[in-house]
């Protein structure tokens, strides 16, 4: 438990010193894009359909949905995982910051499947019983993942240019991955059971 704590203390300190801007900025950035994929899906039809083509592709790639017809947890879990994992992982490029595309592909496939649901003359309370169970969890999880991998990138694009940096090429690395095992892998999992076994009954709840 001591060993524990401390993670969790070393964790507040990055969450609280160099993560802190760059997370703020992910998540502004994060729902400026869903919005305005919101509005461009639902003015310019041509958008609309090829988001919807991406989004029902990227279904059928992540094969989340099991022999009964459910979403398996697991599954779930694992494509968030390594979703999050390889946004991450493209902050160690550096100087073109890769993450900030996982950022807007994300958030662009959240506000135009807002726009399918009000195209299609749904309800948007459907649409938020679709995401906000499993979504209150998963999000923020995203978004720490995308800060992570941009920190990454600034760190590694500071030392190829000589600038200064918040410490050394190991701690760095540490203190993401123990974000990692710490926070944003515990939240991805709750996230899967959530939207597994929570999200499907708030949905059937509003439809029945």
């Known amino acids: 438990m001591k060993f524990l ?4 203390k070393q964790d507040a300190a990055f969450l609280r010193g160099p993560l802190k801007p760059l997370l703020r900025n992910t998540a502004i950035a994060f729902f400026v894009i869903v919005l305005a994929s919101f509005l461009a899906s639902l003015l310019a039809p041509s958008v609309l359909d090829s988001m919807v083509a991406y989004m029902q592709a990227v279904i059928d790639n992540a094969d989340i949905v099991t022999d009964a017809g459910g979403f398996s947890a697991v599954r779930i879990f694992v494509n968030n995982l390594r979703a999050s994992f390889m946004s991450t992982l493209f902050g160690c490029i550096p100087l073109i910051y890769l993450p900030a595309l996982a950022i807007g592909l994300n958030a662009a496939v959240l506000g135009a499947l ?4 009000q195209a299609s003359g749904l309800s948007l309370l459907l649409f938020l019983a679709g995401i ?3 979504g209150i969890v998963e999000i923020p999880a995203l978004l720490l993942a995308f800060a992570c991998g941009l920190y990454l990138c600034k760190e590694l694009t500071a030392r190829v240019l000589g600038r200064e940096t918040s410490g050394t090429l190991s701690g760095v690395f540490l ?6 095992l710490t926070v944003i892998v515990p939240m991805l999992a709750a996230a899967a059971i959530l939207e597994a076994y929570v999200t499907p009954l708030v949905i059937f709840f509003l439809l029945s």
């Open 5 to 8: 704590k401390e993670q969790y």
């Open 114 to 117: 807002a726009a399918y649901y």
């Open 132 to 134: 906000v169970p499993h």
């Open 175 to 180: 203190s993401v991955a123990r974000l990692y």
